[in-house]
């Protein structure tokens, strides 16, 4: 059974940090892995999408890493703002009809 | 496009009340996915579905119902509301095959039973 760990469970960082929030999988047979955000009160919106043959994606300020065969993903904010201050996401969809597996995320809180 | 709605967006039961709560998209996603999230305990799937007429069970199934008889709705239904279904629930769709793998949530519903 797929299980998605993210560590930290909570980060509080300064205006202008770097960061990398971290996301491992037990079962590297994954077709996908995906960073989502979450607002407090809102639904979740997709940040970045990494298919199992690629090694990173970048959007804007926001690059994820992923290394299949060591069940690991990471997510790295460059400059980091207040408006970064959400919870962030991770989950992993294995071949198939699986659903996405999740992590309970990492809450990020960056102070000005 | 309007995404993945949800109605209603906020709802207080009495304990033993049923109701359903809507879920829509206008993507003509194939998959659609209905989940609950209680505060310090992530995202919880109920139900999924993986194209109309076909609904499969997720890790916590009991006390609600699903049916998807379009591609574009997929309502979740709550028979005997207890306290212990007071949460936030979210509906997801996505479409299978290279970029359009991207999830999509509809903004939520916060279900108080009391």
């Known amino acids: 059974k797929q299980e998605v760990t993210q560590i930290p469970a909570a980060l509080s960082v300064p205006e202008g940090e770097n960061l990398v929030l971290n996301c491992s999988f037990t079962?590297?047979?994954?077709?996908?892995l995906q960073w989502f955000r979450q607002d407090p009160g809102k639904g979740l919106t997709s940040l970045l999408l990494?298919?199992?043959?690629?090694r990173e994606q970048t959007s804007g300020r926001l690059n994820a890493s992923l290394d299949k065969s060591s069940g690991r993903s990471t997510l790295y904010i460059a400059a980091s703002q207040p408006g970064d201050s959400a919870t962030y996401l991770c989950?992993?969809?294995?071949?198939?009809?699986?659903?996405?597996?999740f992590g309970k995320g990492t809450r990020l809180s960056v102070i000005a | 496009n309007a995404g993945v709605t949800q109605t209603p967006k906020f709802r207080i039961l009495k304990i033993g009340q049923s109701m359903t709560l809507q879920c829509a998209q206008d993507?003509?996603?194939?998959?659609m996915y209905w989940y609950r999230q209680d505060p310090g305990m992530g995202l919880k799937l109920i139900y999924y579905?993986?194209?109309?007429?076909?609904?499969d069970k997720g890790e916590v199934p009991n006390g609600y119902n699903v049916s998807r008889s379009t591609t574009e709705d997929f309502p979740l239904r709550l028979e005997l509301a207890a306290p212990s279904q007071t949460s936030v629930y979210f509906c997801?769709?996505?479409?299978?095959?290279?970029?359009?793998?991207?999830?999509?949530f509809g903004p939520g519903t916060r279900l108080t039973v009391l």
């Open positions: 993507m003509n996603h194939n998959y």
């Open positions: 579905s993986v194209g109309a007429g076909i609904t």
């Open positions: 079962d590297s047979a994954i077709y996908n």
């Open positions: 989950a992993v969809w294995n071949s198939g009809n699986t659903p996405l597996v």
């Open positions: 997801a769709s996505c479409s299978r095959g290279g970029s359009t793998d991207t999830q999509y």
């Open positions: 990494i298919q199992s043959s690629q």
